[in-house]
């Protein structure tokens, strides 16, 4: 299902890293592509409860940080309290994105040196905070996998809303499978003009036989021959 067209101008903000045009411009076009992609998703859950979801790609640079904190965002503007948790433990960008110290994150907490509570962080963004990626470990699937990560996601339940994880792309590491089936649902995020047909096909087919719920798929930078950008948003 298309989404509404983008403005040309956005062009060069929807497509930067880092970037939550969501709280700079929350009246922009693309925003409201992220409040949509929020709505289909809530849609998609109408009898049942929605509290974890889990952002992944086929391969890298394809927007799935972007997207991950941005929904983050927009989730949060609707009122409900959202823990945005980096689970990418190899290329983490979440402490960026949000000025956020590193020092102690996720890894901290799943190898209990640090409890969750105190280790996540509030954002400028309010009903948003944050659990960054903490210190790159040797063994991340492990670490992904493991029965702390499963305590925390209980733990993290009892506090907030909806909690939303960026995590690494399907097709580079086996990361996102083993959190796949942990999480209520799971986005895809494509790019246009970068990722192949074969590529994003192969990724599905490994989150399906890793028990994930995909509920959609977000296509970046799809152009028109106007220039114009568009964000879609398909049911699976």
């Known amino acids: 299902m298309a989404l509404k067209k983008l403005t040309k101008n956005q062009k060069s903000i929807a497509t930067t890293s880092r970037h939550l045009i969501a709280e700079k ?9 992220y409040r949509t992609i929020r709505t289909n998703i809530q849609f998609s859950f109408v009898d049942q409860n929605l509290r974890s979801i889990m952002v992944t790609s086929s391969g890298p640079s394809e927007g799935k940080s972007t ?26 960008t979440a402490h960026y994105t949000f000025q956020q110290n590193n020092v102690k994150g996720l890894t901290t907490v799943l190898t209990r040196q640090s409890a969750l509570l105190e280790t996540i962080n509030p954002t400028r963004i309010d009903n ?25 996601l209980a733990a993290a339940y ?21 959190l796949a089936n942990q999480c209520d649902g799971t986005v895809m995020v494509v790019a246009s003009g970068t990722t192949d047909k074969d590529s994003a096909q192969k990724a599905k087919e490994l989150l399906d036989s890793a028990k994930a719920k995909l ?22």
């Open 25 to 33: 411009l929350p009246k922009s076009p693309i925003s409201e592509q």
């Open 67 to 92: 997207t991950a904190s941005n929904m983050a965002v927009v989730f949060a503007q609707q009122g409900k309290k959202v823990l945005f948790v980096d689970a990418d433990l190899r290329k983490p």
């Open 128 to 152: 948003l905070d944050i659990l960054t990626s903490g210190p790159i470990p040797p063994n991340p699937a492990e670490l992904l996998s493991s029965k702390a990560m499963e305590e925390m």
């Open 158 to 178: 009892l506090q907030y809303d909806m909690v939303i994880f960026d995590t690494p792309p399907v097709l580079a590491v086996t990361d996102a499978q083993l």
């Open 215 to 236: 509920l959609g798929v977000v296509l970046n930078g799809k152009k028109k021959s106007d220039g114009a950008l568009y964000y879609y948003y398909g049911g699976k």
